[in-house]
Antibody, heavy 121, light 112 residues
């Protein structure tokens, strides 16, 4: 059975950094682009970043570019989201999402349960 | 405020049909054939129920159907069952530099 499990969330102070991980299982990881999406009470669901199956193409939302970095390790079936200069408004549930094919422009066909990031002093 | 507009809540009795709308613009829903719908129960991972506007993944009941008119996509659930009670949100490809994908704010479905 295909599954995505996020980890690495927690409480961090403003200005701090955090690295989220998403471990995939049940399918050929490198065949799928991966995406990070977050959900906040105020803004709802927001697309943050996508990375192609090979890792050769990465994309970021304008709202977070420069503070986020996405990467993947296809030998470990893990995709990462490095978040820097965190702000209170980054407090959200962060979801890892699998794409239907190796690009970042295909349907999201599998989601994780999410990991909570809280930014507060 | 979400990029795509959905009603906050809908309700229906068992056996009835309900429709949830998702309104975007001619830059997203109206421009690409990439609208999907997800069912999200508390504490669970969102589940794909409709993709490419009208397609159903394997294993999804044919009680779920999707459609589109212009920049508005719709999800219809027929023969409502108690197990359908959940949040539903839409997603569409936008393909612009600000954000590749946009989402609806979600609709809470209550089965009376």
């Amino acid at each position: 059975e295909m599954e995505l499990v996020e980890s690495g969330g927690g409480l961090v102070q403003p200005g701090g950094s955090l690295r989220l991980s998403c471990t995939a299982s049940g399918y050929t990881f490198s065949d799928s682009g991966m995406t990070w999406v977050r959900q906040t009470p105020g803004k709802g669901l927001e697309w943050l970043s996508g990375i192609s199956g090979s890792g050769g193409s990465v994309y970021y939302a304008d709202s977070v570019e420069g503070r986020l970095s996405v990467s993947r390790d296809n030998s470990k079936n893990i995709v990462y989201l490095q978040m820097n200069s965190l702000r209170a408004e980054d407090t959200a549930i962060y979801y890892c999402v699998k794409g239907e094919d190796f690009t970042v422009t295909s349907t999201f066909d599998l989601w994780g349960r999410g990991t909570l990031v809280s930014v507060s002093s | 405020q979400s990029a795509l507009t959905q009603p906050a809540s809908v309700s229906g009795s068992p056996g009835q049909s309900i429709t949830i709308s998702c309104t975007g613009t001619n830059r997203d829903i109206g421009n690409f054939n990439l609208v999907s719908w997800y069912q999200h129960r508390p504490g669970k991972a969102p589940k794909l129920i409709i993709y490419k506007v009208t397609e159903r993944p394997s294993g999804i009941s044919d009680r779920f159907s999707g459609s589109q008119s212009g920049s508005t996509a719709s999800l219809t659930i027929s023969g409502l069952q108690a197990e359908d009670e959940a949040d539903y949100f839409c997603c569409a490809y936008a393909g612009n530099s600000a954000s590749l994908w946009v989402f609806g704010g979600g609709t809470k479905l209550t089965v009376l």
